[in-house]
């Protein structure tokens, strides 16, 4: 099958590369108001970048009526913001926080999670997630259809337990994010397995990069 992009729709596109690129991490981000109300929403066009700068990407779109998110609208006029990985524990509520809420309502007082301080920008992070990356603004690209947000991480925010401060590793087995799988479905990340036995026996060692990781 083959398939001209230019001959389908906007939505059409859109269906087939979010149900084809998967699974995609998800990033509940909290953001603050002109009044302070922290908003949360979660976003699976996410992922990390780059570590020099340590920059992470969020493409938040545009509503019909060509107005913004409350999250890319607080991106906009503070340029800080707090992104969170959610795990199996809180799944349910990183969903609910996908509702329509008014401005002036937090998403985190609605589904029951708490917050605690940020170091060094104003929103302030989800004391429930397993890890989060406070960001500043990087810089802002657009399309018609989406804005597209890289932010430089600052401080990172762990699960006690979650790091290996020795080998600077994640331990794994204390980790258990979920992941989006297109329209509303999710995955979990409990079957694991590793490639590195069947490479090993299919041909010689070699150094393994930073991307390989």
Not at 82 to 104: I, K, Y
């Amino acid at each position: 099958m083959d398939i001209d992009f230019s001959a389908i729709t906007e939505y059409q596109r859109y269906k087939l590369m979010a149900s084809l690129i998967v699974p995609r991490p998800i990033a509940l981000i909290t953001t603050l108001s002109e009044d302070g109300v922290v908003n949360a929403a979660p976003f699976s066009m996410f992922n990390m970048l780059g570590e020099e700068p340590p920059i992470v990407m969020v493409s938040i779109n545009r509503l019909q009526d060509g107005q913004l998110k409350h999250t890319a609208a607080n991106i906009v006029r503070t340029g800080e913001f707090v992104v969170h990985l959610t795990d199996e524990a809180m799944a349910g509520q990183m969903h609910r926080c996908g509702e329509r809420f008014p401005a002036d309502v937090s998403e985190l007082a609605e589904v029951g999670l708490s917050t605690a301080p940020s170091r060094h920008v104003k929103p302030p992070r989800i004391a429930e997630a397993p890890a989060a990356f406070e960001c500043t603004l990087y810089e802002l690209l657009e399309t018609p259809s989406r804005q597209i947000f890289i932010g430089r991480v600052h401080w990172l925010h762990a699960r006690d337990g979650l790091i290996d401060t020795e080998l600077w590793r994640v331990r794994l087995q204390n980790y258990f994010p979920v992941a989006r799988f297109g329209a509303s479905f999710y995955i979990n990340t409990r079957e694991r397995f590793s490639l590195e036995a069947a490479s090993a026996q299919a041909q010689p060692a070699l150094s393994t990069s930073i991307d390989e990781i």
